[in-house]
């Protein structure tokens, strides 16, 4: 929902009639064949844009086609000899998933492909590499462990970029494993790899975890050299995604070694790229480092930011607990909240925040939500003239239950739809409404509340 379009949906009874006939004459086969093909075309061309100003809309438009990518990944897993291009889909789409927080749906998928298709090969290794990260996100060590070692023994054998990239898998489950002069030396050794390569898409994520690294071995200095070494790579192309996740990482250098106000303003400049990106797992990192920047100035405001992450966290099955060195810092903001509000205004602050989307964590984190709703509400009376009538009634209705903070599943599970009928409905409401996010819906209709009441009989 970040632009204006018009998504065509076929109904079932139409779609059951079609797979029908096409199956009657034996061209269904082909049929999901070229329309598999079309997806992987989809998600590869997203993994080479990646490093590129183009990086945004390529993501948005794999988002808007993740049905149809589930659809070509069913049809990989219905026999051996299809499984392996499913296993390379998965494979080029590691930063997208991410960036969109999926690690259970895509774990999913990847036991069930590795499962068809146990051939060795450069496709599974690259596979079992995006597997293992996930696993690591949720927290899962053994499984990840278990998937690099797979994975490494492969690339032992493929060498040349493979290789390179299972070394930088083996850095990041070392880092999630505490093994952080380990990880060091990894990073390192992947860095030199993708230089050689001239790979600098991956040298920049490279920097990115390195600086990661370097920030939990209280390597300031080191964290913020490999901060600069990837703004270097990454601002000249117009990347955002790795630029985002550099300034978050660098704001934490900065907290951690002093400078608390420094490293906010890196925060903020974090998420107002993420804004654009959409990106839910790096919205709730960043989220989460303001409120511990800012718990001892306003821990009533740490409390709804802690809350707006767990909102996030719980959408997308994981949290800080997945990697200590953030968790430390969880909890140590939790106490400072507890410690100055009490046990039970600081859940209720808490609640207040997990009941935000994203987008709505985002302006309270930067303390743009009234500025932004007021400006939101002034420009859809301008276009509608201050009435709902834009809206059809069952969309008025989804609007309302959006501006309680419900999510799609809230929605879908309150009206008894499905959850993809609650999502394309809130798509609409964005699209007539020339909004961006849930937060500006919420806003608008506050604004018009009164002139709906004054339409009542």
């Known amino acids: 929902p970040t632009e204006e379009r018009t998504r065509f949906r076929m109904l079932p009874p139409i779609r059951h009639r079609g797979i029908t006939h096409l199956r009657e004459g034996d061209e269904l086969l082909d049929l999901r064949r070229r329309h598999r093909d079309w997806y992987l075309d989809l998600s590869i061309r997203t993994s080479e844009n990646w490093m590129s100003r183009e990086q945004v809309e390529h993501m948005d438009r794999l988002r808007r086609e993740l049905g149809n990518v589930q659809t070509a990944l069913e049809f990989c897993c219905s026999s051996a000899e299809e499984a392996r291009v499913g296993l390379e889909m998965g494979a080029q789409t590691l930063e997208f998933g991410l960036a969109d927080g999926v690690f259970r749906e895509s774990r999913v998928w990847f036991d069930r492909l590795l499962a068809r298709d146990t051939e060795p090969s450069d496709t599974r290794a690259r596979a079992l590499r995006t597997a293992s990260w996930f696993a690591a996100m949720q927290g899962d060590l053994s499984r990840a462990a278990e998937l690099l070692e797979e994975g490494r023994a492969l690339a032992e054998e493929y060498g040349g970029r493979t290789g390179v990239l299972l070394t930088q898998t083996a850095a990041f489950v070392a880092m999630f494993s505490g093994e952080l002069d380990a990880a060091a030396v990894q990073f390192e050794a992947a860095l030199a790899g993708f230089t050689a390569l001239g790979d600098t898409s991956q040298a920049a994520h490279t920097l990115a975890l390195s600086a990661l690294n370097h920030t939990f071995r209280q390597d300031y200095p080191a964290a913020l050299d490999a901060h600069r070494d990837c703004l270097a790579l990454t601002e000249p192309v117009g990347e955002w995604w790795y630029r985002s ?80 060195g953030l968790h430390v810092a969880h909890v140590g903001c939790v106490r400072t909240c507890v410690a100055a509000l009490g046990e039970d205004a600081y859940a209720e602050a808490f609640e207040e925040g997990r009941r935000l989307d994203p987008a709505a964590a985002i302006d309270l984190a930067l303390e743009e939500a009234a500025p932004v709703r007021a400006a939101a509400a002034k420009a859809v009376r301008r276009r509608s003239g201050g009435a709902t009538g834009t809206l059809t009634p069952r969309e008025r209705q989804i609007a309302a239950l959006v501006a309680t903070g419900m999510s799609n599943k809230d929605i879908a599970s309150s009206l008894v739809i499905s959850k993809r009928t609650a999502e394309t409905h809130v798509e609409h409401i964005l699209t007539k409404l020339g909004f961006t996010n849930r937060n500006q819906i919420a806003a608008w209709m506050m604004e018009n509340a009164s002139a709906s009441a004054g339409d009542e009989p």
Do not use: N
Request: charged share 30%; hydrophobic share 45%.
């Open 245 to 324: 996740y550099s300034l978050w990482i660098a704001g934490l250098a900065l907290w951690a070694d002093g400078r608390a106000d420094e490293g906010a303003a890196l925060e903020k400049e974090s998420l107002r790229l993420k804004r654009r990106t959409h990106d839910r797992l790096g919205i709730g990192t960043s989220v989460e480092a303001l409120a511990w920047m800012g718990a001892d100035r306003d821990p009533r405001h740490a409390a709804r930011m802690l809350g707006a992450a767990q909102g996030i966290w719980d959408r997308i099955e994981t949290s800080t607990e997945a990697l200590a």
